[in-house]
């Protein structure tokens, strides 16, 4: 378990955690597929390709081809949606969906990077309107996720400002050790995904949360920790119980709208979990 505490004459540091199948078990922005259908954002056709993506991105079955196809037909279908409206859906659904999903072993992770004085940074493809939300859940202290073109009508124009992703993730950690004053040689980085390597490569302790093939492999030959996560359990009903301490309001570093996160996500979804659960020594 973490036990070290911050010296704070030194320079700050943080723990960056990818988002999907590394803190909660599930795609964030998928999951919300069906209250966004009850919204009326998208019809019956549009939720069953989604329930498809959701298992092709928890069983790791397409290809990077199959991947981009869905990234643009879901960066289309969200075009014109009501960005407050998509907000009031996920505001409402929130508890409901994604506590339920929280990895135990995440939560009991971001506790203790809390205790030793660390930020929490949720670095996720997925968007804003999403992943600030479950930021707040968690008790993190910033976040960084795609960013999407909002026209002066305040819906989605189904173009993309920002996308992180890849390398991009990479670059948005070095901004905030930047902004922030982190010293990323203490800093630590969990992700479940290959396309993660660049932003689990900028700091000084990455580890491999329930890696895909391709990330397992890569961690295995530059000897990094990794982890397996396998208990969702509700914070509430964590024991001991969760507490979220008091953190300034959430930075987003990038925000975004919820169909092009989805995209993102579901680009690196060739994945395979295996093992059991793991903890830091």
């Known amino acids: 378990m973490l036990r070290l505490v911050e010296n704070h004459s030194l320079p700050r540091t943080a723990a960056f955690f990818d988002l999907d199948k590394t803190v909660i078990a599930k795609s964030s922005t998928l999951t919300f597929s ?20 959701q298992f092709v991105f928890l069983a790791g079955g397409a290809d990077h081809g199959q991947m981009e196809r869905m990234r643009e037909y879901l960066s289309a279908l969200c075009k014109g ?15 409901g969906l994604i ?6 072993e995440a939560a009991s992770l971001i506790e203790e990077h809390h205790i030793a004085g660390r930020d929490v940074v ?39 400002e920002y996308y ?29 995904s290959i396309t993660d390597v660049p932003m689990l490569s900028s700091v000084g302790h990455p580890y491999a949360v329930n890696p895909d093939r391709a990330l ?27 507490r979220v ?9 990038a925000a975004v709208g919820a169909a092009a996160a989805t995209a993102g996500l579901v680009w690196y979804a060739s994945r395979r979990r295996g093992g059991a659960a793991g903890t830091i020594a």
Request: aromatic share 10%.
């Open 34 to 53: 069906k209250s966004f259908y009850q919204g009326g954002l998208i019809n019956r056709r549009a939720v069953l390709r989604t329930a498809y993506t």
């Open 81 to 95: 949606w009501n960005v407050q409206q998509v907000k009031e859906i996920v505001a409402e659904t929130l508890h």
């Open 99 to 104: 506590d339920p999903i929280i990895y135990d």
């Open 122 to 160: 949720i670095v996720s493809t997925s968007g804003a309107e999403v992943v600030e939300p479950i930021g707040e859940l968690l008790g993190a202290d910033r976040v960084v996720a795609t960013r999407m073109v909002v026209g002066d009508d305040g819906c989605f124009t189904g173009e993309v």
């Open 164 to 192: 992180a992703y890849g390398p991009t993730k990479a670059e948005a950690v070095r901004q905030l050790a930047e902004s922030e004053g982190y010293d990323l040689a203490r800093c630590y980085a969990y992700s479940d």
């Open 216 to 242: 397992r492999r890569e961690a295995t030959a530059r000897g990094w920790p990794i982890l397996f996560f396998d208990r969702p359990v509700r914070l509430k009903q964590r024991l001991p119980a969760f």
């Open 245 to 253: 301490p008091p953190r300034p309001a959430l930075v987003a570093v």
